[in-house]
């Protein structure tokens, strides 16, 4: 199976948009079996239905922040493929990003030949401790791909999240 670096960014980006929906089902069906989740506060999730489970929950208690991510990689190899990422998140009720959401996501996703499925997600918080500069500079970057997104949902394309 030919694989181009955009699949694996779509499945990623579809991730994302599964979270920014609330879905968390939606979510759980991307990943394998045994696939690992590590939340921005270091929260563990293990296995499709441990994610599912905790994603649930937490949509049930929280209206969630979107995500708005800038992927900086893609590396496909045979049956593997790694994605680095950087993200911020819009809290809900707010059209800005909340600087003290960004982070840097490592994704992983698999083959079993025939589907390609998310095997790692973990969240780093891009704390920039002492170097405020480098915080902005991430969080001007990642608004200059919210401003892209508003602009094509304003003309009518979907964006992704």
Known sequence: MAVREADIETLYLLLLERWNTQ????MAALCAPQAYMVG???SELDGRE?????????????????????VRSVEVFEDT???????????AGA???????????????????????????HSTPAAFHDRPAARERLTEELREVLRLQAG???SGSRAEG
């Open 50 to 70: 441990g994610i599912e489970l905790t994603i649930r929950e937490i949509f049930a208690h929280h209206k969630t922040p979107a995500y708005v991510a800038k």
């Open 95 to 121: 059209n800005d990003l909340n600087p003290n959401l960004n982070a840097v996501q490592t994704f992983v996703a698999s083959s079993d030949g025939t589907r390609w499925r998310v095997q790692v997600l």
């Open 152 to 154: 094509q949902r304003g």
């Open 23 to 26: 879905d968390a089902a939606g």
């Open 40 to 42: 921005f506060d270091g």
């Open 81 to 91: 493929a790694i994605l680095r990422a950087v993200v911020g998140m819009v809290p």
